[in-house]
């Protein structure tokens, strides 16, 4: 997927617009598939827990959570593993939201960066799990390549990134115009990640959603190499 400037800015500029249009509700995250969030949360714990059976194991300190939204899976899934949550989303009706309603869980949530990913820089060498979920569609290749780069960068020692996201079953990538995003192939997606400096460690895919809904797939990446 390759964009001009122009065209780029607009392609940021109309997600944005999209989500502004959104319920900042758990239904409004999931397309009206609000009902498989459950599966969901179960799946991603699932995987995690295989990733701490891994050597060397990730920490339990610093998460950070990219494409938030209302903090669906902070709540769900990251506060219960690790010390302290870090949250990154572009729309600040959905940081609002996660801010408000993630306040009983405490000093366990860091900041919550109200930023795209595509120029959001992690602190380097941060946080022991960066999760990364139905957001990178968003994102141009280019930019996709850079943000990998720089959450390389941003892992802890032993850290890992893990990303889910659709992905399509043959190797064509589609642009969906009104949340002005794209689904890759896993193959494409996997050529992305080796320039982006990581590599996989873990894949899985994951099962009992809705046979109308893209393959979703989870991976556990490590930095190939380690700067
Ligand atoms: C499908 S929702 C998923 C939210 C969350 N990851 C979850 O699973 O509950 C996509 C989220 O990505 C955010 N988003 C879209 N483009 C983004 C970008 N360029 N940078 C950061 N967040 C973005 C949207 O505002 C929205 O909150």
Redesign the pocket.
């Known amino acids: 997927m390759e964009l001009n400037v122009e065209t780029e800015t607009d392609y940021?500029k109309n997600?944005?617009k999209y989500?502004s249009t959104i319920s900042p509700t758990?239904d409004g995250?999931?397309?009206g598939f609000g009902s498989i969030s459950f599966i969901d949360i179960r799946g991603s714990e699932q995987f995690l827990r295989h990733l701490y059976r891994l050597k060397p194991a990730p920490g339990h300190q610093r998460a950070l959570?990219?494409?938030?939204?209302?903090g669906?899976?902070t709540r769900g899934l990251l506060v219960p593993f690790f010390e302290q949550v870090d949250l990154?989303?572009?729309?600040e009706q959905?940081c609002q939201t996660a801010r408000t309603s993630l306040k009983d869980c405490g000093p366990k949530i860091g900041t919550v960066y109200n930023?795209?990913?595509?120029s959001?820089v992690p602190q380097a060498g941060h946080y022991d799990i960066i999760w990364v979920?139905?957001?990178l569609g968003?994102?141009t290749d280019e930019d996709l390549v850079q943000f990998f780069s720089r959450c390389a960068n941003g892992l802890a020692r032993s850290g890992m990134m893990v990303m889910k996201e659709n992905f399509t079953s043959n190797d064509e990538v589609i642009a969906d115009e009104t949340d002005s995003s794209v689904t890759r192939p896993l193959a494409a997606m996997k050529a992305l990640l080796k320039r982006g400096n990581l590599r996989v460690v873990k894949e899985q895919r994951q099962t009992s959603f809705p046979k109308e809904l893209y393959p979703v797939y989870m991976l556990a990446l490590k930095p190939l190499i380690k700067s």
């Open positions: 940021y997600a944005k989500w758990v995250m999931l397309g959570d990219c494409g938030a939204g209302i669906r899976i990154v989303e572009q729309d959905f930023e795209g990913l595509q959001f979920q139905w957001v968003h994102l």
